[in-house]
């Protein structure tokens, strides 16, 4: 991680921070902010939001109640001038004398009409009893503004005139049907004998040239008797004009929703699909210099982690993975270069002792080069072993299934088994371990390895006359192992680094007995299992960090 606080890869890239910004940079240029081109996802956010706004338009068309109630409310006013014309009718009939309205006997039919004021293009016809027309009159319209309220222009109706034009050039490719509707006075006539019947009767689907009209019916009575039929009819074509004009309106709002449908998800798009698209580069770009084999610059995985959602967690985990691997390829480096110096010395130990071997005559001399041989290959030998141990430790962790054991339990057969060991060596072995048991979730094995490599330390720093303490306690949701002893301690220089790999603190005679990976090891087996370790003195007293250290103390927390 540079001083920036940009997650970089590799610290031997020469290039200049900003030629990777450069080519982001050049990247969003040539996509573009709003750009389709090349963004699958944008395509799609488009694409769904347009699908939902389409099925919300199609489920309004089809169920467009405000259409249906202007319908009714039109039925209901045809239904009603229909009866206050009958009306009209029967005020002028005379009372008592029969009435035949077919002859003009009693009132003149076409006269009474004719002095109707009724809207423009709405009809009305006088039928006789045997269904026979007696006459008929359109109106004119009513006068200055009363027509405005029966209009059934709409308006301008640009986008269904062009959807219907369409429709009609795939219509006229298909056969048709050709064959005209009957008069409307025929269709009137067929309601003449139901009225009589049951008095008011509605059609709402009255076939005229121009489209369909409604049409109410309303008998002329004179006392009881049916002297004729009333037939009002709304202007020709005014279902089509209605609905023509709903869906006018329906599109014009639907083509406004889509336009801002497609902006809110092009915007949307690209608050999602540029911040993907530029973590996806930075990952790229370095790969593409890897397959290229070019010399590498810093590669910047974009900060957007103030982002409070999903992208914001994307770019916060791939910056620490890339940091987690930065780290990793740096450690393994300095792995690489500790082994190679931690072998060299004892190579150059053999390289001389071999040289020297040649040289010299006297036996014991040789006896002496001999031992030294041979304690070099040892050390080699556990060296490359103690690597090759390491080295899998990583994938062992992973690969190994946790299972929940009694530390307890394992603790007390460690204790009995090393226990022995520093007893034979005159050292007192003390245990002090709770009562019960304490179940952790973890791989015995290895935190066996653990407590093996801090007990075999302690008895190996310990001689004739000198203790080692074990003792566990729980603590809420922790359990702490310790390993004490009261050998020399701990040099205070050395206690911030006794976890490294290879560092070795030991008397001369010990040389080359270790490879100074245990404690390492140790530390990476606990820090897998969510736990930590740590080594410091036993002193005296807390106040005076000055005194000789009494010994060594090694603390192991692990989660329960």
């Not at 359109?138 to 034009?165: H, N, P, W």
């Amino acid at each position: 991680m540079d001083k920036s606080g940009d997650v970089v890869l590799g610290d031997d890239w020469v290039v200049p921070d900003n030629t990777v910004e450069r080519e982001l940079q050049d990247s969003r240029a040539q996509r573009g902010y709003l750009s389709l081109k090349n963004s699958p996802l944008t395509r799609r956010i488009i694409t769904f939001n347009l699908i939902a706004l389409n099925i919300l338009a199609a489920g309004i068309l089809y169920l467009s109640a405000s259409r249906d109630s202007f319908i009714d409310q039109r039925i209901a006013n045809l239904a009603s001038d229909a009866v206050l014309i009958s009306n009209v009718f029967e005020v002028g009939l005379p009372s008592g004398a029969p009435v035949n309205l077919a002859t003009g006997d009693g009132m003149d039919v076409q006269g009474r009409l004719q002095s109707l004021t009724m809207p423009k293009g709405v009809k009305a016809f006088v039928f006789d009893p045997t269904g026979a027309l007696i006459g008929g009159v359109e109106g004119a319209g009513l006068g200055g503004d009363l027509d405005a309220l029966f209009e059934t222009d709409q308006g301008a109706t640009f986008i269904t005139d062009a959807l219907a034009g369409v429709w009609g050039l795939v219509a006229g490719a298909l056969p048709a049907d050709t064959q005209l509707p009957a008069p409307v006075t025929d269709q009137l006539s067929e309601l003449v004998a139901p009225t009589i019947s049951n008095g008011l009767q509605v059609r709402t689907n009255l076939s005229t040239p121009d489209g369909l009209a409604f049409a109410a019916t309303s008998p002329i009575l004179q006392g009881d008797t049916t002297v004729g039929i009333v037939a009002v009819v709304s202007a020709s074509g005014e279902i089509e004009a209605i609905a023509r004009s709903e869906r006018e309106r329906m599109f014009q709002m639907f083509i406004i929703a889509t336009l801002v449908s497609i902006g809110l998800s092009l915007v949307l798009a690209s608050t999602i699909a540029n911040p993907l698209s530029d973590l996806a580069e930075a990952a790229e770009l370095g790969r593409d210099r890897d397959a290229r084999k070019m010399r590498h610059n810093r590669i910047r995985i974009p900060d957007l982690t103030a982002r409070p959602d999903e992208i914001g967690r994307l770019s916060g985990a791939l910056r620490g993975m890339v940091s987690a691997l930065y780290n990793r390829i740096e450690g393994n480096e300095q792995f690489a270069a500790d082994v190679a110096h931690e072998i060299k010395n004892p190579l150059a130990s053999l390289r001389s002792a071999v040289g020297t071997l040649r040289m010299v005559k006297r036996d014991d001399q040789r006896e002496k080069l001999l031992d030294v041989i041979e304690h070099d290959v040892r050390r080699l030998d556990r060296l490359v072993s103690d690597i090759s141990n390491a080295s899998r430790l990583d994938s062992e962790l992973v690969k190994e299934e946790e299972e929940e054991f009694n530390l307890l339990q394992m603790l007390n057969n460690l204790n009995q088994y090393l226990g022995e060991d520093a007893r034979a060596k005159g050292i007192e072995y003390i245990t002090d371990m709770p009562a019960g048991q304490i179940r952790v979730n973890g791989l015995e094995a290895r935190l066996a390895q653990v407590f093996v490599n801090l007990i075999t330390n302690a008895i190996s720093f310990c001689e004739e006359g000198d203790a080692i303490r074990v003792w566990a306690r729980k603590r809420e949701n922790r359990v702490l192992i310790v390993v004490e002893d009261t050998g020399p301690g701990i040099p205070d220089q050395a206690l911030t680094k006794i976890f490294k790999r290879f560092y070795s603190q030991r008397p001369e005679e010990h040389f080359g007995n270790n490879s100074g990976l245990g404690l390492a090891i140790s530390k990476q087996i606990v820090e897998a299992h969510g736990g930590v370790i740590w080594a410091e003195n036993i002193r005296p007293t807390e106040a005076d960090i000055t005194s000789e250290p009494l010994g060594a103390r090694f603390v192991v927390g692990l989660p329960v």
